[in-house]
Protein backbone atom coordinates (compact mmCIF):
# COMPACT_ATOMS: atom_id res chain seq x y z
CA UNK A 1 0.00 0.00 0.00
CA UNK A 2 1.58 2.85 -1.26
CA UNK A 3 1.80 5.84 2.06
CA UNK A 4 3.17 9.36 2.36
CA UNK A 5 3.09 10.47 6.03
CA UNK A 6 4.36 14.20 6.58
CA UNK A 7 5.69 15.44 9.73
CA UNK A 8 7.95 18.57 11.74
CA UNK A 9 4.96 20.90 11.26
CA UNK A 10 5.17 23.49 14.24
CA UNK A 11 4.31 26.67 15.46
CA UNK A 12 7.30 28.79 14.69
CA UNK A 13 7.54 32.89 15.32
CA UNK A 14 8.29 35.07 11.95
CA UNK A 15 11.99 34.52 10.71
CA UNK A 16 12.24 30.69 12.10
CA UNK A 17 13.04 27.81 10.04
CA UNK A 18 11.49 24.41 9.83
CA UNK A 19 12.05 20.93 8.24
CA UNK A 20 9.61 19.22 6.95
CA UNK A 21 9.55 15.62 6.66
CA UNK A 22 7.81 13.13 4.26
CA UNK A 23 8.59 9.45 5.02
CA UNK A 24 7.11 7.33 1.72
CA UNK A 25 6.52 3.81 2.08
CA UNK A 26 5.10 0.77 0.02
CA UNK A 27 6.94 2.22 -3.42
CA UNK A 28 10.05 2.80 -4.70
CA UNK A 29 10.43 6.66 -4.17
CA UNK A 30 13.68 6.88 -6.13
CA UNK A 31 10.78 6.39 -9.30
CA UNK A 32 8.49 9.69 -8.67
CA UNK A 33 8.98 13.04 -9.03
CA UNK A 34 7.40 14.31 -5.92
CA UNK A 35 5.64 17.61 -5.12
CA UNK A 36 4.94 19.86 -2.00
CA UNK A 37 1.50 21.95 -1.74
CA UNK A 38 0.47 24.42 1.18
CA UNK A 39 -3.26 24.27 1.82
CA UNK A 40 -3.69 28.04 3.51
CA UNK A 41 -6.39 27.84 6.62
CA UNK A 42 -9.99 27.02 5.64
CA UNK A 43 -8.74 28.06 1.85
CA UNK A 44 -7.68 26.30 -1.24
CA UNK A 45 -4.43 24.67 -2.62
CA UNK A 46 -0.89 26.01 -3.52
CA UNK A 47 1.91 24.63 -5.04
CA UNK A 48 4.88 24.90 -3.61
CA UNK A 49 7.86 23.15 -4.88
CA UNK A 50 8.68 19.93 -6.91
CA UNK A 51 11.84 17.91 -7.28
CA UNK A 52 13.06 14.94 -9.98
CA UNK A 53 13.49 11.39 -9.72
CA UNK A 54 17.42 12.19 -8.36
CA UNK A 55 17.07 15.54 -6.98
CA UNK A 56 18.72 17.47 -9.96
CA UNK A 57 16.12 19.51 -11.06
CA UNK A 58 13.72 21.54 -8.50
CA UNK A 59 11.01 24.31 -8.93
CA UNK A 60 9.56 26.80 -6.28
CA UNK A 61 6.83 28.99 -6.44
CA UNK A 62 8.28 32.51 -6.37
CA UNK A 63 6.88 32.96 -3.22
CA UNK A 64 8.92 30.90 -1.72
CA UNK A 65 12.28 30.91 -4.03
CA UNK A 66 15.29 31.30 -2.18
CA UNK A 67 13.81 30.60 1.37
CA UNK A 68 12.95 26.68 1.03
CA UNK A 69 14.57 23.93 -0.33
CA UNK A 70 13.01 20.73 -1.27
CA UNK A 71 15.55 17.81 -0.94
CA UNK A 72 15.30 13.73 -0.93
CA UNK A 73 16.90 10.73 0.22
CA UNK A 74 15.79 8.04 -2.28
CA UNK A 75 17.83 5.98 -0.10
CA UNK A 76 16.31 6.42 3.28
CA UNK A 77 12.84 6.81 0.79
CA UNK A 78 12.05 10.43 2.39
CA UNK A 79 11.39 13.57 0.97
CA UNK A 80 12.22 17.19 2.39
CA UNK A 81 11.24 20.85 2.65
CA UNK A 82 13.59 22.84 4.25
CA UNK A 83 12.03 26.09 5.51
CA UNK A 84 13.88 29.51 6.18
CA UNK A 85 13.06 32.92 6.57
CA UNK A 86 9.66 32.01 7.59
CA UNK A 87 6.33 34.31 7.13
CA UNK A 88 2.90 34.05 8.65
CA UNK A 89 1.35 33.53 5.11
CA UNK A 90 3.74 30.58 5.10
CA UNK A 91 0.91 29.48 7.46
CA UNK A 92 -0.95 26.44 6.20
CA UNK A 93 -1.03 22.46 5.91
CA UNK A 94 1.77 21.12 3.85
CA UNK A 95 0.99 17.92 2.42
CA UNK A 96 3.76 15.81 0.39
CA UNK A 97 2.22 14.56 -3.08
CA UNK A 98 3.37 11.99 -5.58
CA UNK A 99 3.64 12.10 -9.53
CA UNK A 100 2.01 9.56 -11.30
CA UNK A 101 4.19 7.79 -14.05
CA UNK A 102 4.03 10.13 -16.80
CA UNK A 103 3.28 13.61 -15.38
CA UNK A 104 -0.77 13.49 -15.57
CA UNK A 105 -1.92 14.61 -11.91
CA UNK A 106 -0.86 14.08 -8.24
CA UNK A 107 -1.66 10.68 -7.87
CA UNK A 108 -1.33 10.26 -3.72
CA UNK A 109 -1.08 12.86 -1.12
CA UNK A 110 -0.07 12.41 2.48
CA UNK A 111 -2.48 13.66 5.61
CA UNK A 112 -0.27 17.09 5.73
CA UNK A 113 1.27 18.43 8.67
CA UNK A 114 0.42 22.04 10.11
CA UNK A 115 2.86 24.64 9.90
CA UNK A 116 1.97 28.20 12.04
CA UNK A 117 4.12 30.87 11.84
CA UNK A 118 3.15 33.44 14.44
CA UNK A 119 4.67 35.77 16.87
CA UNK B 1 1.84 31.35 -14.77
CA UNK B 2 -1.42 29.68 -15.94
CA UNK B 3 -4.30 30.50 -14.21
CA UNK B 4 -7.27 28.32 -13.14
CA UNK B 5 -11.23 29.79 -13.12
CA UNK B 6 -13.66 27.51 -12.03
CA UNK B 7 -17.21 27.96 -11.65
CA UNK B 8 -18.87 28.33 -9.90
CA UNK B 9 -17.23 28.52 -6.41
CA UNK B 10 -20.32 27.31 -4.58
CA UNK B 11 -23.04 24.68 -5.62
CA UNK B 12 -26.19 23.77 -3.56
CA UNK B 13 -27.40 20.64 -5.13
CA UNK B 14 -29.43 17.45 -3.80
CA UNK B 15 -29.20 13.62 -3.97
CA UNK B 16 -29.72 12.66 -7.54
CA UNK B 17 -28.80 15.89 -9.28
CA UNK B 18 -26.59 16.07 -12.25
CA UNK B 19 -23.76 19.09 -11.55
CA UNK B 20 -20.99 20.64 -13.90
CA UNK B 21 -17.94 22.56 -12.79
CA UNK B 22 -16.31 24.02 -15.26
CA UNK B 23 -12.27 25.18 -15.23
CA UNK B 24 -11.39 27.45 -17.82
CA UNK B 25 -7.48 28.33 -18.15
CA UNK B 26 -5.58 31.59 -18.75
CA UNK B 27 -3.82 30.05 -22.04
CA UNK B 28 -4.12 26.45 -23.92
CA UNK B 29 -2.81 23.51 -21.65
CA UNK B 30 -3.83 20.58 -24.15
CA UNK B 31 -5.38 18.21 -21.94
CA UNK B 32 -3.07 18.37 -18.92
CA UNK B 33 -5.49 19.17 -16.48
CA UNK B 34 -6.45 16.64 -13.15
CA UNK B 35 -9.88 17.08 -11.09
CA UNK B 36 -9.90 16.45 -6.78
CA UNK B 37 -11.70 15.88 -4.23
CA UNK B 38 -11.24 17.22 -0.51
CA UNK B 39 -13.51 16.82 2.17
CA UNK B 40 -12.86 18.16 5.50
CA UNK B 41 -10.12 17.52 7.30
CA UNK B 42 -8.46 15.02 4.47
CA UNK B 43 -5.89 15.55 2.21
CA UNK B 44 -6.97 15.48 -2.15
CA UNK B 45 -7.69 12.65 -3.79
CA UNK B 46 -7.34 12.33 -7.57
CA UNK B 47 -10.76 11.74 -9.39
CA UNK B 48 -9.64 12.56 -13.44
CA UNK B 49 -6.26 13.03 -14.65
CA UNK B 50 -6.01 13.95 -18.70
CA UNK B 51 -8.87 16.06 -18.39
CA UNK B 52 -11.11 12.80 -18.79
CA UNK B 53 -9.12 9.46 -17.45
CA UNK B 54 -11.51 8.08 -14.89
CA UNK B 55 -8.82 7.48 -11.37
CA UNK B 56 -9.14 3.99 -10.73
CA UNK B 57 -11.74 2.73 -8.05
CA UNK B 58 -13.66 6.31 -8.69
CA UNK B 59 -17.36 5.80 -9.36
CA UNK B 60 -18.38 6.08 -13.31
CA UNK B 61 -20.65 8.76 -12.13
CA UNK B 62 -17.93 11.41 -12.53
CA UNK B 63 -16.89 12.44 -16.15
CA UNK B 64 -14.37 14.50 -17.14
CA UNK B 65 -14.01 16.35 -20.60
CA UNK B 66 -12.16 18.91 -22.43
CA UNK B 67 -8.80 20.17 -23.72
CA UNK B 68 -7.11 23.76 -24.19
CA UNK B 69 -8.62 26.12 -22.31
CA UNK B 70 -12.44 24.66 -20.78
CA UNK B 71 -12.67 21.65 -18.84
CA UNK B 72 -15.52 20.52 -17.08
CA UNK B 73 -16.15 18.05 -14.65
CA UNK B 74 -19.93 16.40 -14.30
CA UNK B 75 -20.98 14.11 -11.44
CA UNK B 76 -24.45 12.45 -12.72
CA UNK B 77 -26.68 11.88 -9.84
CA UNK B 78 -25.13 12.97 -6.90
CA UNK B 79 -24.34 10.81 -3.88
CA UNK B 80 -24.41 11.78 -0.42
CA UNK B 81 -20.61 10.96 -0.37
CA UNK B 82 -19.93 13.25 -3.34
CA UNK B 83 -20.73 16.48 -0.85
CA UNK B 84 -16.79 18.09 -0.73
CA UNK B 85 -14.67 20.39 -2.55
CA UNK B 86 -13.25 19.91 -6.05
CA UNK B 87 -10.18 21.18 -7.81
CA UNK B 88 -8.34 21.48 -10.53
CA UNK B 89 -5.02 21.83 -11.73
CA UNK B 90 -3.19 21.77 -14.73
CA UNK B 91 -0.10 19.96 -15.34
CA UNK B 92 1.41 21.84 -18.65
CA UNK B 93 3.72 23.90 -16.98
CA UNK B 94 5.35 25.54 -13.75
CA UNK B 95 4.14 26.86 -11.38
CA UNK B 96 1.55 23.84 -11.05
CA UNK B 97 -1.15 26.19 -10.34
CA UNK B 98 -4.65 24.59 -8.96
CA UNK B 99 -8.29 26.81 -9.19
CA UNK B 100 -9.64 28.17 -6.19
CA UNK B 101 -11.71 25.23 -5.73
CA UNK B 102 -15.71 24.91 -5.92
CA UNK B 103 -17.55 23.83 -2.80
CA UNK B 104 -20.31 21.72 -3.17
CA UNK B 105 -23.17 21.70 -0.17
CA UNK B 106 -26.20 19.60 0.03
CA UNK B 107 -29.23 21.46 -0.67
Known amino acids: EVQLVESGGDLVQPGGSLRLSCAAS????????MHWVRQDPGKGLVWVSHINFDGSTTRYADSVQGRFTISRDNAENTLFLEMNRLRVEDTGVYYC????????????WGQGTLVTVSS | DIQLTQSPSFLSASVGDRVTITCRASQGISSSLAWYQQKPGKAPQVLIYAASILQSGVPSRFTGSGSGTEFTLTIYSLQPEDFATYYCQQLNSYPRTFGQGTRLDIK
Open chain 1, 97 to 108: ARVRYGGYDFDY
Open chain 1, 26 to 33: GFTLSRHW
